[in-house]
């Protein structure tokens, strides 16, 4: 059985996405899942399978969340070792960009080509630095920046499917998980 980190998208936004831990405890156990914890109600979950592909066991949480809730779940997964190196690169980003005061990660479903991804770097600013690595795009505001406005429209619009975290949870996630 390997070990891998699901990360779902846009639960309990308004009142009807919904998903509370204990549900999303028992629909990953009923789907064949084991040792299943979550982080938090944002939808951050530890899992184990027998399942190698990523994308399978994407598919099969997806299908379950479905059927559960009866709205789509996009789910991201990882390995933690990848997780792990998505903190590492994270740390070393905060470090290089002292004054910058808040700072979240993108996950990616599917990394950015290479092109994709240094344009979305080109559009950091003096208050926006944008670092996208691997399955990862991470975005550092600083004081100045507008709220609400991580990622820019125009990185949104070519990484598919993804969610968003806080660093800060993302380094707590790894250090618990990996």
Not at 72 to 87: D, G, H, K, L, Q
Not at 126 to 153: E, M, S
Request: charged residues 25%; proline residues 4%; hydrophobic residues 45%.
């Amino acid at each position: 059985m390997a070990t891998h980190l699901a990360f779902l998208r846009a639960i309990n936004l308004g009142r009807n996405r919904k998903f509370p831990k204990a549900d999303i405890l028992r629909v990953v156990g009923e789907a064949g899942f084991t040792e299943a914890e979550t982080h938090i109600n944002t939808g951050n979950v530890r899992l184990n399978t027998s399942m190698r592909s990523i994308r399978r066991i994407e598919e099969a949480l997806e299908r379950a969340f479905l059927a559960d809730r009866g709205f789509e779940v996009p789910t991201i997964v990882f390995r933690p070792s990848e997780f792990a190196e998505i903190v590492r690169v994270g740390a070393e980003v905060a470090a290089g960009n002292e004054g910058m005061t808040r700072h979240y990660v993108e996950l990616l479903r599917d990394g950015m080509p290479p092109a994709d991804a240094r344009a979305a770097e080109a559009l950091s600013s003096g208050d926006n630095r944008i670092v996208a690595r691997g399955r990862a795009i991470h975005v550092l505001l600083g004081p100045d920046a507008q709220p609400g406005a991580a990622v820019p429209a125009a990185v949104a619009r070519r990484i598919g499917t993804s969610t968003n975290r806080n660093f800060n949870v993302v380094r707590t996630i790894a250090h618990k998980w990996c």
